[in-house]
T-cell receptor, first 113, second 117 residues
Framework: AQSVAQPEDQVNVAEGNPLTVKCTYS??????LFWYVQYPNRGLQFLLK??????LVKGSYGFEAEFNKSQTSFHLKKPSALVSDSALYFC???????????FGKGNQVVVIP | DAGVIQSPRHEVTEMGQEVTLRCKPI?????LFWYRQTMMRGLELLIY????????DSGMPEDRFSAKMPNASFSTLKIQPSEPRDSAVYFC???????????????FGPGTRLTVT
């Protein structure tokens, strides 16, 4: 079964600094990879996805993620963090031919003014 | 589009009572998913439907939980009888046909926060 790991519980970063949220995955076939963000008392919002093509994908709110097949990673990045980026971030993976998404445990991002 | 709509947003009930959570997916979406989120277990998939038919209910914790989708615009998740350990946030999500439309992302509703005392 597919799975993802988000090794850090919380990521603290100063406003204006680069933000990285790590994710590694495990699947039996080609991975479909996603990042979602959850603000307090809200549902998950889709940020970006990797299905095929360029390893660097760009998404909403200035976020991007890099797919690295050899390292089975899909880290989320933002060049300059904003206080409003403080939220819970989830990585998810879907096996080709499988309609289930496996979510990581989530990373709390705290951007310090 | 209004997005995925869930009701109620908050539900407080006593142990043993029946609880019904409701979801209206995005119009035109073929898939509907029910998730549960807790601090201890994170986000868990309970069940999902394709064209109103339940496809995978292996995540449903026990027989006290049941889900239905009588038509393309409505689904319910029922817990009977409810227990304190069912306290969680329940999310509904929907998506287009995963292969036909090559749109694989799911869109989530705001969730229902359930508290069972």
């Amino acid at each position: 079964a597919q799975s993802v790991a988000q090794p850090e519980d919380q990521v603290n970063v100063a406003e204006g600094n680069p933000l990285t949220v790590k994710c590694t995955y495990s699947v039996s076939g080609n991975p479909y990879l996603f990042w979602y963000v959850q603000y307090p008392n809200r549902g998950l919002q889709f940020l970006l996805k990797y299905i095929t093509g360029d390893n660097l994908v760009k998404g909403s709110y200035g976020f991007e993620a890099e797919f690295n097949k050899s390292q089975t990673s899909f880290h989320l990045k933002k060049p300059s963090a904003l206080v409003s980026d403080s939220a819970l971030y989830f990585c998810a993976v879907r096996d080709y031919g499988n309609n289930r998404l496996a979510f990581g445990k989530g990373n709390q991002v705290v951007v310090i003014p | 589009d209004a997005g995925v709509i869930q009701s109620p947003r908050h539900e407080v009930t006593e142990m043993g009572q029946e609880v019904t959570l409701r979801c209206k997916p995005i119009s035109g979406h073929d898939y509907l998913f029910w998730y549960r989120q807790t601090m201890m277990r994170g986000l868990e998939l309970l069940i999902y439907f394709n064209n109103n038919v339940p496809i995978d209910d292996s995540g449903m914790p026990e027989d006290r939980f049941s889900a239905k989708m009588p038509n393309a615009s409505f689904s319910t998740l029922k817990i009977q009888p409810s227990e304190p350990r069912d306290s969680a946030v329940y999310f509904c999500a929907s998506s287009l046909d995963l292969h036909r439309d090559r749109q694989y992302e799911q869109y989530f509703g705001p969730g229902t926060r359930l508290t069972v005392t």
